[in-house]
C-alpha cells in the first residue's frame, strides 16, 4: 500500500494538481481546506476530504488523525495552503497582514507540529512546504506576503537541520507566478491590476501541474536523497 500524502490547500490551483498528481500515483490522500465541496468535486480514489481551517492547530492535528487512522502513517505532509493579499504598507488593513501570517506561516507551523513527532519517532517522512519566489527575493506590495514567504525558507531550512539526523525530509518548493486563484483575494483593485499587466508583459506563467510535478519529483527521491529546495517560475518571469 502506498503511504498517505497529506495537502493542505487542496481545493483550488497548485494543492489541487497535486492532489491529482500523487492520486494518479496511486497514494491515498487526506486533502484538507475549507471548501470541502471543491475538494470532493476532484472524484480522487481513497481520497479523505476534510473542512479544516489550517490557523486552527488542534482542527488540523485532528483532522490528520483521521486520516491515518483510516490509511496509515503520513508519508508526506505538503504545507500548501497560503493566501496573497497585497498591498501598500501605508495603506493596507493590518487585519490582512495578521491574516496572512497566521496562514501562510502558523498554518505551515501547525502543520509540521502535527506531524513531526510520529515522523521522528518512525525515522522516516517528508514535509513539503510552499513557499514562492516572493520568499526570495521581494516585489513592489508584496511587504507582508513576502514576510510570510521568506519565514516559510527560514523554517524549513531550520527544520530539517534538526530533524536530518532522524531520516526525516523537509523540502522547501518556491514557484514563480501560477495561474490559480490566488491573486482574488488581494482587495486593492489598483494593485490586482497592475499584477495582471506584469504577467501579461510574461505572455503566460506557470500551470500548476508543472508545480505539482516538482512536488512529485522530489517526493519521489530515496528517503536518503533530500531535494532541500526547488525554485521554479516562468522563464520570462523576472
Ligand atoms: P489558490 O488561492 O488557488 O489556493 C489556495 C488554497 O489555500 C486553497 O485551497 C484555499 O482553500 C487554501 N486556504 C487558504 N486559506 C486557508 C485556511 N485558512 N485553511 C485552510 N486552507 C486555506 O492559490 P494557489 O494554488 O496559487 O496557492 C497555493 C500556494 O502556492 C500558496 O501557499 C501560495 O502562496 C503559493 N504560491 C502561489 C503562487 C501563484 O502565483 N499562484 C506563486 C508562488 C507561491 P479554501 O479557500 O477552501 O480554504
Not at 53 to 60: E, F, S, Y
Request: net charge negative; with cysteine.
Amino acid at each position: 500500500m502506498k503511504q498517505l500524502i497529506v495537502i493542505t490547500g487542496a481545493s483550488s490551483g497548485i494543492g489541487a494538481a497535486m492532489a491529482k498528481a500523487f492520486s494518479a500515483a496511486g497514494h491515498p490522500l487526506l486533502l484538507v481546506a475549507r471548501r470541502i465541496e471543491a475538494m470532493k468535486a476532484l472524484a480522487l480514489p481513497n481520497a479523505l476530504c476534510l473542512s479544516v481551517d489550517v490557523t486552527d492547530g488542534d482542527q488540523l492535528k485532528q483532522a490528520i488523525s483521521r486520516g491515518v487512522a483510516q490509511f496509515g502513517p503520513v508519508g508526506c505532509l505538503v504545507n500548501n495552503a497560503g493566501i496573497m493579499l497585497l498591498g501598500q504598507a501605508d495603506k493596507q488593513d493590518p487585519s490582512e497582514w495578521a491574516a496572512m501570517l497566521n496562514v501562510n506561516v502558523m498554518g505551515v507551523l501547525n502543520g509540521i507540529h502535527a506531524v513531526l513527532g510520529n515522523m521522528k519517532q518512525r525515522k522516516t517522512g517528508t514535509i513539503i512546504n510552499i513557499s514562492s519566489v516572493a520568499g526570495r527575493k521581494t516585489f513592489p506590495n508584496h511587504a507582508a506576503y513576502c514576510a510570510t514567504k521568506f519565514a516559510v525558507h527560514a523554517l524549513t531550512e531550520n527544520i530539517r537541520e534538526e530533524v536530518a539526523m532522524d531520516d526525516v525530509r523537509l523540502i522547501t518548493i518556491a514557484p514563480g507566478a501560477v495561474e490559480t486563484e490566488l491573486l482574488s483575494h488581494t482587495t486593492d483593485e489598483e494593485i490586482k491590476a497592475g499584477y495582471e499587466d506584469w504577467k501579461a508583459q510574461m505572455e503566460g506563467v506557470v500551470d500548476p501541474e508543472v508545480i505539482a510535478a516538482a512536488a512529485m519529483f522530489a517526493w519521489e527521491q530515496p528517503q536518503s536523497v533530500c531535494v532541500r529546495e526547488i525554485v521554479l517560475a516562468a522563464t520570462r518571469q523576472q
